[in-house]
């Protein structure tokens, strides 16, 4: 009879290394020496998180079997009745990552070789370029290009936050004010501004962040397609993705959709419908690789391509899970890059690196990756209240942000 390894702790780590705080989870196992890493960060809740883990997770699994990973996914799912939240599809994510890379250090493989084998040696990545004009933005653009990059995403004052020349009503409260309309006249003037400026070669995308209202965004998906956007991200909210059949009637832009996703009814209407070209789903935030695997096969079958969430919110370990899905994935598209600190390199060894635009994979087997707990206690996670996330229209009312 097969050797049988159990679970014999599940382990929490919150930590912040760079900017975002993180949410990393450790599965010992029975074996001594063994354990896998999983990423579980919802940066903006982590303790919600790290006590469904702690308080729920944990009593469910221990002595549970490590090689059911399948079976344990979906229990895990059905076993709190109500599921495809945020918190607990970000909980079981951490078990699931960890129990992929406890599977692959047992098959002494690493983890896109159990997805199926490489169907390319790198990944391309796309990086994040910002400025407060259009001047600013297209200067970043050529160093990341000096640096080897050819996709960048190009925004203007972050989302297109901090308008503070707009006029608000009397006592309205503090928060990152922002105006609809001024966004999308300074947006396609910057976008046209860097497109002339770097030439038609480099790949260029820009994400809405899901600020405007449905009929602004079918207008400003057109105004767009000129610009021969490699992607256009998040122009609706995932409650108005009905609206995306009046965009993709009306023209060509590709369009990128799907980090605040978390239930299948989200991802499976626009991928049947054809109404986007990329998914982008937070792994995490999805549940993990298990689904993550499961809808990159179905998004195949329809032509659409996987771009999965990848700026600093998303932790090392996931990074690592992220790039090992994109190495195997036939229809991989591009990943989001964050360009970690020196701290997130030593907390994280093994943590993917980057080499004339491409990110490259270890051949280290499991999700290739480790955490220094010393350090990563050296830097605990701060109790902060977001700003950033309170965002307000022009009436002081309360938006996505
Ligand atoms: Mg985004």
Redesign the pocket.
């Given at each position: 009879m097969a050797n049988v390894i159990t679970i014999e702790d599940v382990q929490t780590i919150l930590t912040q290394p760079g900017r975002s705080r993180l949410v990393i989870v450790k599965v010992v196992t029975s074996e001594p020496g063994l354990y896998g890493l999983g990423c579980a960060t919802f940066t903006q809740r982590i303790h919600a998180v790290a006590a469904a883990i702690d308080k729920h997770l944990k009593p469910f699994l221990i002595g549970r079997d490590v090689a059911r990973v399948e079976e344990i996914w979906q229990m895990s799912m059905v076993h709190g009745y109500w599921r495809n939240g945020p918190v607990l599809n970000n909980a079981i994510s951490g078990v699931d990552q960890a129990l992929w890379d406890i599977k692959g250090k047992r098959a002494g493989m690493p983890l896109y070789d159990l997805l199926g084998g490489k169907s390319r040696e790198a990944a391309h990545v796309y990086v994040h370029a910002d400025g407060p004009d259009p001047s600013a933005v297209l200067e970043r653009v050529r160093g990341y290009v000096a640096e080897g990059y050819r996709f960048v995403r190009i925004q203007m004052g972050g989302y297109g936050g901090a308008t503070d020349r707009m006029e608000r009503p009397r006592g309205a409260p503090d928060g990152a004010y922002f105006d609809p309309r001024v966004y999308q006249r300074e947006m396609l003037e910057m976008m046209a501004f860097v497109r002339d400026g770097v030439g038609a070669d480099v790949e260029l995308l820009h994400?809405v962040?899901e600020r405007l209202a449905p009929i602004d965004a079918v207008r400003f998906a057109k105004a767009c397609e000129p610009l021969g956007l490699f992607f256009l991200?998040?122009v609706l909210a995932p409650e108005d993705i009905g609206w995306f059949q009046r965009i993709r009637e009306q023209c060509a832009t590709p369009l990128a959709m799907g980090?605040l996703f978390n239930h299948p009814f989200e991802w499976r209407e626009v991928i049947e419908s054809r109404w986007i070209d990329f998914l982008?789903m937070h792994v995490s935030q999805m549940g993990g690789i298990t689904p993550a695997r499961k809808v990159a096969d179905f998004a195949h079958l329809y032509g659409v391509r996987t771009a999965w969430?990848g700026?600093g919110d998303t932790s090392p370990v996931g990074h690592a899970a992220n790039l090992h899905l994109d190495i195997w994935a036939p229809n991989f598209g591009v990943q989001e890059w964050y360009r970690p600190n020196e701290i997130e390199y030593a907390m994280f060894p093994g943590l993917p690196t980057v080499e004339n635009g491409y990110l490259y994979p270890n051949e280290a087997p499991g999700l290739g990756i480790d955490i220094d707990e010393r350090l990563a206690a050296e830097y605990p996670a701060a109790d902060i209240v977001e700003t950033w996330t309170q965002t307000r229209l022009p009436d002081g009312s309360p938006a996505r942000p």
């Open positions: 994400d962040h991200e998040d980090e982008r969430h700026p």
